[in-house]
Structure formats: structure tokens, C-alpha cells
């Protein structure tokens, strides 16, 4: 067993209160870390280290340049521990590696190096105010000390997708991730070292949500929370920041649906569907979870794509021949499960998976590929995440029902539009209720378009030129070359 310290204040700390907690391996189903219960005293620590680097280090008051520079050092230290990086990501929450290594963690360095570049370019405004004698210009400017709270499908992916642009801006950072998953963020604490950057500017503290998260989201000196997770953490979260009216970031859950039309290319949209759900075993928040048939093509595509379901391998994460990894942790198997079984009472066909198993006897956390079919919208199945393999069917005759349906949700993270007519395609990725809409392909990202979702999927942007202004506040400046200020009274 690994025993991991938290990272503040430029040191690796025992949790205030001497407690650990387990960190299980979802292929083995068995614990391999202990990980440091934080509690508000932890908190304290890390945020005023963040606090003082900001305040009276240098890093506030740094070169734009500079920082820049020393941002682009963090791309190098990940490139450099990319492998040990990735070894942890999958033992600890059991991603695929082939989606980690090399994709994933060149978009990790790459994020560094994009912000890197972005910390001297974010360019105020001279603003044409109508007055002779006054100068009003603007500058954006950070906020001081950003609580990144994160999820742990995709620990690393998340924390960069914050670290980078809020570093760049100049802000200091606590990071807390996700109980389920410390471990890789705490690695990428030690690679981190290797950049040198002044004490206090990045910290970790780990733990449960209520016992260290809170403590983060209301401590008066953190003025920026940017938090992602599940709507209901996130409402939570928002609640408790706009005691002391934080600015929020809000990256939540998803239910996104994918459209197919009758004259959409049949395999290589099976292909595409597929892929847009079930390789990371539905732990996506942008994972296309409801599909929409037209009714021309609801019978082939489906024989389709169980055809294809059916080739899909469970396995080692580490294994390049493994097309699905296992859920990441124990709790979220039997929430996944329950949904399984809540959804087949409720009427829809189970055309395939539904069960637990366990491939290669390791022991560990596996649901099959599951679909259903004759799902309506109105069945809980069609409308609540369930974050897992599991993909609900539904029919539709015209564009206007599609759109109706597809836009029934309270979520609104990502849509897809499969379909040969490119005017329709166009036409529906306006209508859609969607942060990210995909058309004729599904799942890709990069750093520099932004994500983000639309009503209950969040508010705010990660990646891309908005990604860094979130983590920006302008501030208005008016010189006067007046002579005289005449008297007002
Ligand atoms: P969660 O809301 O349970 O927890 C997320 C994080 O918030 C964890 O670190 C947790 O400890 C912390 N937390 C929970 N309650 C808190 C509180 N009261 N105060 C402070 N911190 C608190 O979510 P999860 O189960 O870890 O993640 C899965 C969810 O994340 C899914 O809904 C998924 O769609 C979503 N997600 C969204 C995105 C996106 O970019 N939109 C990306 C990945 C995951």
C-alpha cells in the first residue's frame, strides 16, 4: 500500500486530523493507496499558503511573461512524468490507457503550453467613452486565491483544464479532487516539483466534500470556485459560495442526446454512437446517452449496433485490446446497477448487457454494454444521468419531434446530429439546447475550443480563450487630464 501526504505551502503534510482513507483499484476491486482525510484545518493551511503566494509573493505581482514561462515549465514536468502519470490514472479510477497515453497526455502538456503563451495577451480596452479629458481603460485581472474542485472520471483531464488557464491569469490554486480519485493529481503534484514554481501557488488538500470541500467553497480568502461535478454537488457548491458571492464555475452533468436520421450513413454513424458512450463505460459527462432513431432506420441501426455492442471486450484498462474498462469505484457500480434495474420495471426492452460480470476474474467493477430500446421520454431512463454504459433507444418521425425531444431535458452538455443533409445539420446544431453540438461525429475536444454546458449542465467555459477569461475579473480605470475638478456644490 502507498501512503500519499497532501501537497501546501510547497510541502507533502499529514492530514490534520492523522486519518486516511482507501483508494481502490476498479479493475482488481482492491485497495492500493491511503489517501489523507483533510479536514477544515487542512483547508486553512492550504488556502492561506495560496493566500500569501498571491498576496506577498510574487506571483501576483509577476511579469505576465514570466509566468508564462513558468506555466510552460508545468507542460514540461508533466511531460517528463507522462508515463508514471498515466500508470496511476489507470490504477486509480481505470481509464483505458489508450486513452491516456499518448492522446490524453500530450492535451495535458499541450494545455499548459497554450495558456503559457495566453498569460501575456489578454489585452485590456481603451473605451470610447464621449468624454475629452478622460482616459477609461480596462484590465483584466485575476482573482487571487481559485478553489478547483474536481470529479474522478478523468482526475488529471479535469484539474488541468483548470490549473493551466487559472495559473496563466496569475491566480493562486487549492485543488481538491474527488475522494474517488486522488491519487493522480496528487502525482501530479511531486511531477510539479520539477518546475520550481514559488511556494503556496499550487496546493492539494484531498478528502470528502463536506469535511474539505466546504471549508474550501466558504473560506473568505478563496474568491473563485470552479467546480465539476454532479448538479446536485454543484448546487450545493454554488449555494454555499454565494454566501461570500465567489465567482462560480459550474462544469455539471450531461444527458446528451444523438439525433440519426434516415439518410445518416448506417455503419459508420453505429460507429460513431458507439464510441460517443461506451469505451469509458459511460463515465463521460459528455457521453451521448440518449439515442434518437428516425423511424426509416430504427430497425437496421438497431440490429446494427447490437452487432457492434456485442464485439466490445471488458477487461484490463492497461490491455490496448480492451474496449472497456471498469466502472471507477465500488459505490457508482451499485448506482449504475440500480438504474439497470429501476430501468428494466420500467417497461423499455433490455436488447442487451444489463449484468454485472467479471472478465479475467480480477474481481473488479464491470457492467456489459447495455441497451435499451422502446425507451419514451418520459421514462426516468431518458431523463436522469446515469454516468454508465447504458444507452437508452428512442423513436422519432420528423425534425420537429427530434428537436423536441432532444431539447426535453434539464441537461444541456452536448448534443450529435447524424445525417447526410449538412443544410439540416447546421439548421438543427442552432435549435439544439447543447454547450458542445457534434455533427457526424461525436467526442472529440481539444484545448482550444471551449466546453461547457447549457440550463442544469452548468455555466461558464473551460479551454480556449474563454477558459482563461473565466478566471479573470476587469477592473475599469478612469484618468482625468482635467485642469479642474469644479466645485459640486
Ligand atoms: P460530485 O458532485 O459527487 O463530486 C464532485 C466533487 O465535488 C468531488 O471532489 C466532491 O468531493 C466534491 N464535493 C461534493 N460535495 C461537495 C460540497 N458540498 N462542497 C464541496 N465539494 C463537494 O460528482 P462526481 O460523482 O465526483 O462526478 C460525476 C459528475 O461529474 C457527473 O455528473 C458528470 O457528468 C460530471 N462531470 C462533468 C464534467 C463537465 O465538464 N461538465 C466533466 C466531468 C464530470
Known amino acids: 500500500m502507498e501512503t500519499y501526504a497532501y501537497y501546501a505551502d510547497g510541502r507533502w503534510l499529514e492530514p490534520a486530523g492523522g486519518e486516511y482513507f482507501d483508494s481502490e483499484n476498479p479493475y482488481t476491486g482492491k485497495a492500493w493507496a491511503k489517501i489523507p482525510r483533510c479536514n477544515t484545518a487542512d483547508a486553512n493551511i492550504a488556502v492561506q499558503a495560496a493566500y500569501r503566494a498571491y498576496h506577498e509573493g510574487p506571483w501576483g505581482r509577476m511579469n505576465p511573461s514570466e509566468r508564462g ?5 508545468l507542460g514540461d514536468a508533466v511531460a517528463r512524468h507522462a508515463e508514471r502519470l498515466a500508470e496511476i490514472e489507470v490504477r486509480d479510477n481505470g481509464k483505458r490507457r489508450v486513452d491516456i497515453r499518448p492522446g490524453l497526455s500530450s492535451w495535458l502538456i499541450d ?19 464621449g468624454r475629452d479629458q478622460i482616459l477609461n481603460y480596462t484590465r483584466h485581472e485575476p482573482y ?3 478553489a478547483a474542485i474536481t470529479a474522478w472520471n478523468s482526475p ?14 496569475g491566480n493562486t490554486v487549492v485543488l481538491k479532487p474527488s475522494e474517488f480519485a486522488s491519487a493522480s493529481t496528487l502525482e501530479l503534484m511531486k511531477a510539479f516539483e520539477d518546475a520550481d514554481l514559488p511556494s503556496g501557488v499550487i496546493n492539494t488538500v484531498t478528502g470528502f466534500g463536506a469535511e474539505v470541500g466546504e471549508p474550501l467553497v466558504t473560506h473568505e480568502q478563496v474568491r473563485k470556485v470552479s467546480f465539476t461535478g454532479s448538479v446536485e454537488g454543484g ?13 462560480v464555475t459550474m462544469e455539471l452533468g450531461g444527458k446528451s442526446p444523438q439525433l440519426v436520421f434516415d439518410d445518416a450513413r448506417l455503419e459508420h454513424t453505429v460507429h460513431g454512437v458507439c464510441g460517443g458512450i461506451f469505451p469509458p463505460a459511460g463515465q463521460s459527462c459528455i457521453a451521448g ?10 430497425d437496421d441501426f438497431v440490429e446494427k449496433l447490437l452487432e457492434v455492442t456485442a464485439r466490445a471486450r471488458l477487461g484490463d484498462p492497461n490491455d490496448a485490446a480492451t474496449s472497456i474498462g471498469p466502472i471507477a469505484n465500488k459505490a457508482h457500480f451499485e448506482t449504475v446497477l440500480g438504474h439497470i434495474e429501476r430501468a428494466r420495471q420500467s417497461g423499455a426492452t433490455l436488447a442487451c448487457g444489463g449484468n454485472a460480470v467479471n472478465p479475467e476474474g480480477a474481481g473488479g467493477w464491470f457492467i456489459e454494454p447495455t441497451v435499451f430500446t422502446d425507451v419514451t421520454p418520459d421514462m426516468p431512463l431518458a431523463r436522469e444521468e446515469i454516468f454508465g454504459p447504458v444507452l437508452a433507444v428512442m423513436r422519432f418521425d420528423s425534425e420537429e419531434e427530434a428537436v423536441q425531444i432532444a431539447n426535453d431535458s434539464d441537461f444541456g452538455l452536448a448534443a450529435g446530429i447524424w445525417t447526410e443533409d449538412h443544410r439540416r445539420a447546421l439548421d438543427l446544431a442552432n435549435r439544439l439546447e447543447a454547450g458542445t453540438v457534434y455533427l457526424n461525429n461525436y467526442f ?6 471551449p466546453v461547457g454546458g447549457y440550463k442544469q449542465s452548468g455555466y461558464g467555459r473551460e479551454n480556449g480563450w474563454e477558459g482563461m477569461r473565466d478566471f479573470l475579473q476587469t477592473k475599469s480605470v478612469w484618468l482625468s487630464t482635467a485642469r479642474r475638478i469644479d466645485a459640486p456644490f
Open 235 to 247: 448546487a450545493r457548491v454554488a449555494g454555499l459560495a454565494a454566501r461570500t458571492i465567489k465567482s
Open 156 to 169: 488529471l483531464l479535469i484539474a488541468i483544464w483548470k490549473l493551466a488557464p487559472a495559473l496563466a491569469a
Open 111 to 129: 494545455s499548459f503550453y497554450y495558456y503559457a503563451g495566453m498569460a501575456d495577451k489578454f489585452e485590456g480596452a481603451v473605451i470610447p467613452t
Open 144 to 146: 487571487g486565491v481559485v
Open 444 to 449: 472529440d475536444a481539444c484545448t482550444q475550443s
Open 69 to 73: 514561462a513558468m506555466v510552460r515549465r
Open 289 to 298: 446517452s440518449r439515442l434518437l432513431l428516425q423511424s426509416g432506420i430504427y
